[in-house]
């Protein structure tokens, strides 16, 4: 198949743009600079919105979360945990947004459910028994890695073409159409050469930078945005404070933990992703007052992303919906700005309408009909690496179950046979691509062990050179481990301790 | 006879614990968990230790049946079960060798699928260095979770070992640690057998440090040392600047025992100083001062109790008249990761001069 489009960034919306196009029959090419989700699609709750959160402010966003919820359900409810959601109003929480709040749904079409205080205890017990109002809405726990490698997979087999750890260094345009990209890859450290009809930007915080490289300025506000993952699962539903959308409101059950978010401030650029003490001390204060268990519960780690923002204000007033933009400069490039998990399907087919546009191409959009993954699959006996297997991706877990004895992570209960079969995929090329795939090193020792035995698998199948890629890891996993505390503190120092006292590995040395 | 307390089962409360009864002290050492002594590589970084000390601690490995090899400055290798080099001055034999006499070619031995050697990784890191590695694999069948100082108590798996070195290649074959302290002696019967050098992986976690860990608690036990174990010391009572007993805590129970001087041993960063969802550091008796040195979260290693002259200080920052500390909880200027073990030992013999004057 030609590249008549080239989509840059693999992110939900690259990876979802590249779906689409790939099941209308149009050839086209995705470049990742990293791995995918590897900006803000990564960089987040992993929170499935039912629309509750933007009813009232940002009505747009509401209707938009509430049909594409219904959606993604459908077509991808392996990687969907239909947690369901919860608004609540705490003492402190103004009474009168309730109502607001209440309206505003009906208005959007965000389905609602009253539910009395005696009820909402009885459904989460861990909630502040102050609680004075609660309302249920269709939010869920969505793990955007595999629903991104969901999207990846299905262009794939679809004859598109989708390459993570290439990135685009230039453009070259002529008379006001890019007419050719050049990028790096990772793979064989060379620069490649692609010459597309149609360049789709969907590089997320990075979008103006490939604007730039066409000549085309976008203005975007970039907000930094801090999660606090507590250890285990303090909540069985998505938790929202009833109230304006602010600072650590929403606790979210992800596998095998809670993650408390978010914070809200300007960021200088992408790489001004620091999460700072004051946003840790918040989260905790905020987790405390909806959930008080969480101040007798371990945290494990901190992260955070960076949200692309429409305009160029940002911050929480600006609203969550998209943009396709397009300059006269450069007449062939779409730029993708703004949007949010969620809505990534819709933002794809919009993007994909364009370019059909574009192309004169008349095929129809038809990721809200075809299924991620093929189902129903059957559950695979034995352990409880398999059973996690088989919820989190379905029918294709048979390809990655294995004796439920060998076990290579034991915090996640990642199985040997799974780290196996994704070392025989083309994308995973270190321990960080490993870990957003399995989950290796995500659990308390923050991978002390299992690290050790993935690099293992990677020499023995890929020759690699082992210690760079062990430093990679360990570069990602220190940063999560700046605001450690308590038990996990002790933990984060015993590990640093041995990698680098008796390695002489990661961190500083003195 | 004078009691001491001595509060922390690790390198540093075991070894002074023994230099106490050899001085005539009556000791209760009283510890809970395990230590970061039987997590370490049981390797001593010896350097700047007064010899008397190195003579005492050598004297406890001669016994053991162990003796330690190297000193004071000598500068020896290993490898460790990563690949990596790992320098230290004080070793268990068959584990390093003086810096400059070690191997040229080398076969990685791993024991089936078995962690605690990845041959592949090990010979692939090692190649980067420098060093002539080829990896090999005995064909074996030992879950991942169970030790290997076990199943090497069975004689079939030792066979298939030896043949395994006969079959490898170079003039060195590093393995895992195989055997505990009471079967060290196995080692020297294997490379007969084998007839070829065997060179133990420098391996944190495991094996190494559970015998430099035995050595000192057997030590303690010839001494004299009452040990008590899975015991926490949950207070101190106090007159004036004099401790005059101590609450010691097990399952149910609580006693007070009374004491002449303490000594806290309690490991870095101090236990139960580190409260959930804090990243500072307290006296968990809340008797004494703790100084902090450093911002960053990794700078608490460097944290601990203040002291003048080996005693502690009150929270106001004066003497206390019998209470003391060694090991890694104590607050030093300079430390590096990996070495608190030769400090431990050093700052244990430290702390028992000071507690001779009277």
Known sequence: MRTEVLVIGGGATGAGVARDLSLRGIGCLLLEMGDYCHGASGGNHGLLHSGGRYAVKDPGSAIECASENAILRRIASFCIEDTGGLFVSLPCDDREFGQRFRDACRETGVRTDELTIKEALLLEPGLDPRTRECVAVQDGSIDPFVLVQANVDQARTNGGVVHNHCRVTGMTVQDRLVTQVEYLDRRDGQKHLVRPEVVVNAAGSWTPDMAAMAGVRIDMALDQGSMLVFDGRLCHHVLNRLRPPSNGDIAVPNHTSTIMGTTSRPAASYEDARVMRSDVELLMREANSLLPSSSVTRTIRTYCGVRPLLGASGGRDASRSFNILNDEAAENLLSVAGGKLTTYRLMAEKVADRVCLMLGHKGHCRTHLEELSPGPPSPLSGGIGNARLHRKHGAVSTEMGGQPSSVVCSCEQVLRSEVEHHLEGQDVLSIDDMMRRTRIGMGYCQGLDCSLTVLDMFVERRGVEAVPLLEEFLEERERGQRHASGEQLRQELMRWSLMQGVYGLGGRRR | ?358
């Open chain 2, 1 to 358: 006879m004078r009691t001491a307390l001595v509060v922390g089962l690790g390198a540093a409360g075991t070894f002074a614990s023994i230099c106490l009864a050899k001085k005539g002290w009556k000791v209760l050492a009283v510890g809970k968990g395990t230590s970061s002594c039987a997590m370490s590589t049981g390797c001593l970084d010896g350097s700047g230790m007064d010899p008397e000390c190195l003579r005492e601690l050598s004297r406890l490995f001669q016994a053991s049946g162990m003796p330690l090899v190297g000193g004071i400055d000598e500068k020896r290798t290993g490898i460790t079960n990563l690949g990596t080099r790992y320098d230290c001055t004080l070793s268990a034999p068959g584990s390093t060798w003086v810096q400059g006499h070690g191997p040229r070619s080398i076969t990685v031995l791993g024991m089936g699928k078995h962690p605690s050697l990845r041959p592949n990784l090990v010979a692939s890191v090692l190649r980067s260095w420098g060093m002539d590695a080829r990896p090999q694999i005995v064909p074996m069948d030992i879950p991942g979770e169970s030790s290997l100082t076990a199943a090497f108590r069975d004689q079939g798996h030792l066979d298939r070992l030896v043949n395994g070195i006969r079959e490898a290649w170079g003039e060195t074959v590093l393995l895992p640690p195989l055997f505990s302290l009471k079967d060290h002696g196995r080692l020297d019967e294997l490379e007969r057998r084998g007839g070829r050098r065997l060179l133990e992986a420098i391996t944190p976690l495991g094996t190494p440090g559970e015998r430099f860990h035995q050595v000192l608690e057997d030590g303690a036990r010839e001494a004299g040392v009452e040990i008590w174990t899975g015991r926490r010391v949950t207070a101190l009572r106090t007159e004036g600047d004099l401790i005059t007993g101590a609450d010691v805590q097990g399952g149910l129970e609580t006693r007070t025992v009374g004491l002449d001087a303490v000594l806290l041993a309690t490991g870095g960063p101090l236990t139960d100083g580190l409260l959930l969802h804090q990243t500072g550091l307290d006296d968990p008796f809340g008797l004494f001062l703790v100084k902090e040195l450093g911002q960053g979260p990794h700078d608490l290693m460097l944290s601990g109790y203040a002291h003048r002259g080996g005693r502690l200080l009150s929270r106001s920052g004066t003497p206390m008249a019998n209470a003391f500390a060694a090991g890694d909880c104590l607050a030093y200027s300079l430390r590096s990761p990996g070495k608190g073990l030769g400090d431990a030992i050093s700052s244990a013999w430290g702390a028992v001069r000071t507690m001779e004057v009277p």
